[in-house]
């Protein structure tokens, strides 16, 4: 592939050129399997290569951690080299909370798209210009009357994991309900179904005690916010908190 501004080569596709400076991919999309990694560069709404990463997983011990480090790096060394602004990544979790940890990029979890494959779900999702982009910082985005949370730090880690969503514009804590039954025990998360305007709540339970909190999205309406909802799902599983 030869650079688009310049035209000169490129070692791989979609690298940024080190000749005029000039990026040739502005995402990346993950599809993460536990040995073998492909990443699909994409510059707006076209798709400008594919490239892939093998390993040979270790069975557990120090050796199977850090084989899995090192394949994280290798993967999160072919993002970089295109110096992207977002990087999409779906599959196998510990390969993709990995390669997470070694970069610095907006990183989004997705599903994997159903028949169509997480490329086609990233690209649909980038075709919709709708949804705005959200620059404030998580810290900022909690408010309203209410400012207590219930699970202490896990109950926090769940709202900074909300909040840090780019298409989330404030959380609004509401009261917690005390007198639930419950016999599971520790912080447990769950964005629920959109609403007409897209707004989302996040229920979090620890014990028998139960807060509902508003979020408010960037959605317009109840199918956007279903994507948003979904996002954040995935995130709070990530997170360990589902």
């Known amino acids: 592939m030869d650079c688009r501004q310049c035209a000169s080569p490129l070692e791989r596709p979609g690298d ?14 993950l599809e993460l399997d536990r040995d073998r990694a492909t990443l699909t560069m994409l510059d707006d709404e076209e798709v400008v290569g594919e490239t892939h990463v093998t390993t040979t997983p270790e069975d557990g011990g120090e050796e199977g951690v850090v084989e899995l480090r090192n394949f994280a790096g290798r993967v999160a ?41 997480p490329v086609e779900a990233v690209l649909a999702r980038r075709g919709d210009r709708a949804l705005e982009v959200v620059e404030t910082a998580p810290a900022e985005k909690l408010g309203g009357s209410h400012s207590t949370l219930i699970g202490d730090r896990a109950g926090r880690t769940a709202i900074q994991t909300v909040a840090g969503h780019p298409h989330v514009k404030k959380i609004i804590p509401g009261p917690i309900d005390a007198g639930g039954s419950g016999s599971r025990t520790g912080v447990r998360a769950k964005a629920t179904r959109a609403d007409e305007n897209g707004n989302v709540r996040l229920l979090l339970r620890d014990g028998s005690s139960v807060q509902e909190n508003r979020v408010v999205t960037t959605a317009m309406d109840r199918e956007r916010g279903e994507r948003v909802r979904a996002d954040l799902n995935d995130a709070l599983a990530e997170a360990g908190l589902q």
Do not use: M
């Not at 940024?16 to 999309?29: E, G, H, I, S």
């Not at 072919?78 to 907006?106: F, I, M, N, W």
């Open 77 to 117: 060394d072919e993002v970089r080299r295109k110096r992207p602004e977002e990087v999409y990544a779906a599959g196998d979790r510990d390969v993709l909370r990995a390669t997470r940890d070694q970069l610095h990029y907006s990183f989004y979890r997705i599903g994997d798209g159903g028949d169509d494959g």
């Open 16 to 29: 940024y050129c080190l000749v005029c400076r000039t990026p040739n991919a502005d995402a990346v999309v």
